[in-house]
């Protein structure tokens, strides 16, 4: 019996701690979205790619399947897994192939390919380029998503675990070289420039990563939150807004 409770009261606490949002709902509909900088971008199912202007998504002549801005710039690629940067006001190639990519960290890159292998790109490489030929560091591991902030990087793996890689830094993007795992299990992860950590399982749950600190970057514990109506999709969080796509598309800006 008192098992029973014990767990009555473990899933009931659950539920109670599940945060509900107040949100609002942009017109349009993406399938990914990022917010950085003062930036929002994202890509719909048509691999059409957006930007926030005066409050609307306006679309950008290049297409795209993932689009990211943040400190290091503004970063995507497309469906042939060719990466573009934005550099003086236009999206030129950037050396290498990836799925999916992070401008988030502060002035390094970082993505993954079709493989799941895992890049960054250091600050100097980053901004310098092209006067360098290759701007890529590959990391040991395999992930599936990748994001850094300020001074980690977090990933998911295939099977949904979660990895967090410290000590990172505008010179040394690799970090301390080890991913170290995270309890818990998401499909999708985003780090915002203020270091905090948003991700979604495979249940379309979506889950904020609490007690982050530069002293202990991996946080303590995962809190349950509720931006849309049913289930959601993706997720990004910069300057106070978490903006969130659910998985019919629409999107919706919250304050949290
Ligand atoms: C992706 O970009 C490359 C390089 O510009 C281009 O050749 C290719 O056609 C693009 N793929 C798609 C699906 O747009």
């Keep these: 019996m008192k098992v029973y409770l014990s767990i009555l009261l473990v899933f009931c606490c659950k539920f109670l701690h599940t945060l509900a ?3 609002s709902v942009m017109n349009g509909k993406l399938k990914q979205i990022d917010a950085g900088s003062g930036s929002v971008v994202g890509v719909n199912n048509l691999n059409e790619a957006f930007v926030l202007i005066d409050n609307v998504f306006t679309k950008i002549s290049t297409p795209l399947k993932h689009f990211s801005v943040g400190p290091a710039g503004q970063l995507g690629v497309n469906s042939s897994f060719n990466i573009f940067k934005l550099k003086s006001g236009s999206f030129v190639q950037f050396p290498g192939l990836l ?52 001074y980690s990087c977090w990933g998911v793996s295939a099977d949904d675990k979660i990895w967090i890689m410290k000590d990172v830094s505008n010179n040394v993007c690799s970090g301390s070289g080890t991913f170290v795992n995270v309890a818990g299990s998401l499909s999708m992860i985003e780090v915002a420039t203020d270091g905090s950590v948003f991700g979604i399982n495979f249940n379309k749950k979506l889950y904020r990563r609490i007690g982050i600190t530069r002293s202990n970057p991996s946080g303590t514990h995962w809190q349950m939150m509720n931006a849309c109506p049913n289930d959601h999709k993706h997720v990004s969080f910069d300057l106070g807004v978490l903006w969130v796509v659910c998985v019919d598309g629409s999107i919706r800006k919250c304050t949290i």
């Excluded at 292998?117 to 701007?135: G, L, R, T, V």
Aim: hydrophobic share 30%; with cysteine.
């Design 99 to 150: 799925k999916q990519v992070d401008a988030g960290g502060d002035q390094i890159l970082a993505g993954v390919n079709m493989n799941d292998q895992i890049y960054c790109s250091n600050m100097d490489a980053n901004n310098n380029w092209p006067s360098c030929n290759s701007p890529w560091v590959k990391l040991n591991g395999w992930l599936k998503y990748y994001s850094c902030g300020p």
């Design 21 to 23: 949002l107040d949100c």
